[in-house]
């Protein structure tokens, strides 16, 4: 069983949905959670970075975390085109070993 | 600004032969890491370095090697015994502390044989 699992996609929406996306883990023990975006031939932009369980917002973005249910999800709002890229979810319980999902490809429609 | 800079952006190696990628960062974060990105396998973890002159493999470090002489420089050999050197290599940095800083990402180097 991976570390962390990802549905890869891909995911179309039309502009102006709200778009969930998901990964879930195996680990407990993981505390710090992120959440990437990645456009094409370029590397991942940290989009969110969470602490435990909880949910936080940053603009159209809100990152949500159940420790409980080893599940995080990214919820974006009002989708653009321009969010059209890979979003990477990414994990760690220490400082110098991050956890990777897949990725999911999103293809926001105008 | 403050970045992690990656070159060359497309490398090009023959078979039998050493290539170097560069990394260089400006934020002053003292762990540097590489990741090679497969489609559909995520990113994998080469090496690692916490510190200046020390470093600790990753999950697929065979075929490869790095080097941390200063704390802002982080290259990776991609040596011949490397038989499928073919991906995105990206490079990261994050402050190293109690506090678990999350990783920033350079914009990669592409690797392809010729």
């Known amino acids: 069983q991976k570390e962390v699992e990802q549905d890869p996609g891909p995911l179309s929406v039309p502009e102006g949905a709200i778009v969930s996306l998901n990964c879930t883990y195996s680990n407990s023990a993981f505390q710090y959670f992120m959440w990437y975006r990645q456009y094409s031939r370029k590397g991942p932009e940290l989009l969110m970075y969470?602490?435990?369980?909880g949910n936080k917002e940053d603009g159209r973005f809100t990152a949500q975390v159940d420790k409980s249910s080893k599940y995080i999800s990214l919820f974006i709002r009002d989708s653009q085109p321009s969010d059209s890229a890979t979003y990477l979810c990414?994990?760690?319980?220490?400082?110098?070993?991050?956890?990777f999902g897949t990725g999911t490809s999103l293809t926001v429609i105008p | 600004d403050g970045g992690i800079t990656q070159s060359p952006k497309y490398l090009f190696r023959k078979e039998g032969q050493n290539v170097t990628l560069s990394c260089e960062q400006n934020l002053n974060h003292d762990a540097m890491y590489w990741y090679r990105q497969d489609p559909g396998q995520g990113l994998r973890l080469i090496y690692y370095?916490?510190?200046?002159?020390?470093?600790q493999k990753g999950d697929i470090a065979e075929g490869y090697s790095v080097s941390r002489e200063k704390k802002e420089s982080f290259p990776l050999t991609v040596t011949s015994a490397q038989k499928n050197p073919t991906a995105f290599y990206l490079c990261?940095?994050?402050?190293?502390?109690?506090?678990?800083?999350?990783?920033?990402f350079g914009d990669g180097t592409r690797l392809s044989i010729l």
């Open positions: 990261a940095s994050s402050l190293y502390d109690r506090s678990n800083q999350p990783q920033h």
């Open positions: 969470t602490y435990s369980s």
């Open positions: 370095s916490q510190i200046v002159n020390d470093f």
């Open positions: 990414a994990m760690s319980y220490t400082g110098n070993q991050f956890y």
